[in-house]
């Protein structure tokens, strides 16, 4: 079966089971091998820029142009996939549905769409076990799950022992500028990690806040991880956040647990490594009980220090 990918998530479900898509997003890029297939579609946005410019940029794609995404109409056609896979989680993140199914029609191919809209861990089980039986790669499926399960299951327990006071209240914000905290999954994540998650539910969809609400809200910790950045992007764009008024006034600056974290890879990429992420997050929040990540995943930010810090050997 020829299976293409516009979703990164996707991808790496792909690879997982055992499946190399014929065409990819052009921020496929995991596993690395994935770099190197033929690219589907175009984005409208310089991704190297701060927050702010960004999201000036993809209002004015959605005005100028409706979307931020354009499909590559004869590169579609000449890998010409049975499926493509797509989501529908946010039109911003990657290409939707619609754009998708209008794509086909136009390049003239015969494939089905296969929509992923994963919000919770459950819905990254049931996707992979759904890719699984699209793919004939239903064995393999069960056993991926399952050893994720396992994994969730092994957190889980040890953050079971962790008395209700000792579970630090967390905001995780997956954009700067404007702010926005991390539903979805993160919520999950982050109480499976031993925390608190007080500004969204597990499944709300990302949204743009008010800085009065999380001063409010006054986490114990935050971690920036916006939608697409690395580590190193996220050092030079996070005066966004930490120059608001008050920052320094959150208990989570005031004790130092202020982090920055890979949201490229880990926090907004709702795909198996998501599991890697949870294990990522409790060793953040409870360091006594849980491996810390490393460097390049996610790390401490000097509050009252230099803003940005190389990482340690």
Do not use: K
């Amino acid at each position: 079966m020829r299976v293409a990918s516009l979703l990164p998530s996707a991808t790496e479900i792909c690879y997982a089971l055992g499946v190399e898509p014929v065409g990819v997003s052009h921020e496929c890029d995991w596993p690395p091998e994935a770099e190197d297939l033929p690219t589907l579609d175009r984005s409208r946005v310089d991704p190297d820029q701060d927050s702010a410019a960004i999201n000036e940029q993809v209002a004015q794609a959605e005005q100028e142009h409706g979307g931020v995404y354009e499909i590559d109409l004869d590169t579609l056609a000449e890998v010409d996939p049975d499926v493509v896979v797509t989501q529908g989680v946010c039109d911003v993140c990657a290409v939707d549905t619609l754009l998708v199914q209008d794509a086909i029609a136009q390049a003239g191919v015969d494939a089905e769409v296969l929509t992923t809209d994963v919000h919770s861990l459950d819905d990254l089980y049931a996707d992979i076990e759904r890719f699984g039986a699209v793919f004939d790669r239903e064995e393999r499926a069960a056993e991926l799950v399952a050893d994720l399960r396992e994994r969730v299951a092994a957190v889980r327990e040890r953050t079971a022992e962790i008395d209700p006071d000792d579970r630090p209240s967390v905001a995780v914000f997956d954009w700067l500028d404007p702010v926005m905290v991390a539903g979805h999954w993160m919520p999950e994540l982050v109480d499976a990690a031993g925390g608190t998650y007080p500004m969204a539910d597990t499944g709300d969809r990302s949204t743009p806040r008010e800085w009065a609400s999380v001063r409010e809200a006054d986490p114990d910790a935050v971690v920036a991880a916006p939608c697409g950045f690395g580590i190193d992007q996220t050092f030079d764009s996070v005066d966004e956040l930490i120059g608001r008024p008050g920052f320094e006034d959150l208990e989570a600056a005031e004790s130092g647990r202020v982090y920055v974290m890979d949201g490229h890879y880990f926090v907004n990429r709702p795909g198996p490594r998501l599991v890697d992420t949870l294990e990522h997050l409790a060793g953040l929040l409870h360091p006594d009980r849980f491996d810390a990540p490393p460097d390049d995943v996610a790390r401490e930010l000097p509050v009252d220090g230099p803003m940005r810090e190389e990482p340690t050997a």
